[in-house]
């Protein structure tokens, strides 16, 4: 091509061995070599070449022509495209056969050691006994108030929960400001990315979409990009196969008309296809959590928190378009609200386990200095965020083992059921359990899957029963007594519904004033109080522990303008029918009790089904091995959630 600079540029670019020249010209490689010499031009994009042609023209002074220079870039690219290396010289080749010769040394990144570091750390902590308690002191303390420990030990729980065939819903439901999202994301946070799905103020369908699959009613998955539309320019252009740049009114119409043929045909093939699919929505084991929820998001998801099916379609509408579309789910997750005060009904409400954050001066003090601290203390917060990393590999590896071994999770413990007509044993475990509301079958129910959360962490420190070819994590008696008292801790406000300053106030302040008026107890709460409680907040707090049925409220006689409050419930009396309140000693102790009754009743079916497996009791090693138990290492386990093997 005459006048053409082309050889020019090709030579420059891939000989001259002189990286600040290259780097003059803007010339920025995509990937890097050891070897002496520039990558070849083809790694450069056309961008990237019309910029150098046009700082090169204007340093040897060649008439930059817009056409020219199109077709500069042109030749340039073919002429680099079957040349996949640039001349080989003497030198050059002797430079090679040294490297080549040359003992190879791979430097990991820093990340890949910290990596590598983690893991090693991980696994380190999988051997150490008590291993949740170990897990909450790594960052606990740091991080969240002393008050909210055992709010954070419950939402561990029942994350962990999505790891087991029936995972817990919790409700934490306190006013705003009050700590309840920044406990619950803090947990989160040391947990695998992969299972954790944050709905933060979400509409019905965006998770859907978003986790979700589109499949057609032959199975197949639907690339929702893939909907037919008119042509773009840049489509035809590809389609006539010409340059970006370049003008071609014929060739461009061509490839439209080629491109939207049957284009009406094709969209209403289209809407068939997608009015026929469904979407599919994966949720085991995963974590899904909602930050204040609203009743369509609820709506939605009613059917997964319901576990009355392990896979089912349902419907549901999308706001935007009010089409009905088809929602089909596999398995089940560990959701977790966070809200207000809001009331979803008692259908809803009955799903979940329902906790509240302390709500208190001491919590608000201890929580400056935590934030004071956090944001200073870059050397603790560096270590804490480590931590948290170890903790997340630490679960993945539990949660891996867990699904590949298919580890299912028994409560060894069975009582007896009579069917004369004859009221049972009150001396057993369901003894311990109120039943004066229907809803108290469900609530034990959650109490079972909160016991078997307790020793999920604890997996290679558990020995494994084989029960008709399933290996089976049995659940120890102070596993036992722990979920109870965690349980417990949680029946006031699960029942009641009600936030912590609601039901420390009717605790506090109603019951040790009875039969006072709303200003009179507003003047006793405010009394020690730095920032007073207004009045209305006071009798909003007495409407909503009318509805629970604490309090009856009746007009004083002496002043029409005042509102006088009755507990009916008696003073320093619970506000939650315990059955036996384990977390008091003596309830401890009867719990107990009850559980090694329970535990002799399974052991005498079950232990000879035990002996004669042809697989014996083991326990695992973080290695992958495994090392045998006996039966009776077996039996002190579940009696004293201990055990001590030697081989």
Known sequence: MVGSIVPNIVEDMQLNHNIEYTNKLYFKPESHTTLPFNPPIRQYTKGQIRTAIQRYASMVGYPQNKSQINADIYEITNKTAAQSTPPITSDIQYMIDAEKTKPKITLKTPEELEQEQIEFEALSLLTVENIKEEVLKLFLNNEIAYEDHNLAEIILNVMLSAYTPDPLNLRVKAPSSSGKTYVTMKIASCFPKDDIIILNKASPQSWLYSYGKRIDRDGNEIDESNKPHKATLQECKDKANILWSEVNKELIEEARVGLNHNLEERLKGWEQRIAESYIELDIRNKIIILIEASDAALSVIKPLISHDSLEGIYRTQNNETKKNMNVKFNGYAAFLINDAEKNYGEEIETRFLVVTPTINESKIDRSLRISLNSSSDVLTKKKTA???????????????????????????????????????????????????????????????ELSRTMGILDIFHTPLVNIDGTWCQLVSVPHLVESKKMFDSTLEATKSRLPANVLNFFKDVIQHNNACSITQLCDVYNKKKTIKTPRSTIRDWVNKLETVGFVEKREDAEDMRETIVLSLIPKNGDLADYGVNAMTDQGQQIYEEFLKTAFDIWWSKYESIISDAEKTPKLLNTDGTSMSCSIEDVKRFVLTGTIDITE
């Not at 990393?389 to 413990?413: C, G, H, L, M, Q």
């Not at 009579?418 to 609530?443: L, Q, T, V, Y």
């Open 386 to 448: 480590h931590n948290k990393k170890i903790i997340s590999k630490t679960i993945e590896y539990i949660r891996d083992i867990r699904i590949d071994n298919k580890i299912a999770v028994i409560p060894p413990f069975m009582v007896e059921i009579k069917n004369d007509g004859n009221s049972e044993n009150d001396n057993d475990i369901i003894s311990a359990f109120s039943k004066k509301d229907p809803r108290a079958m469900r609530d034990f129910n959650k109490y079972l």
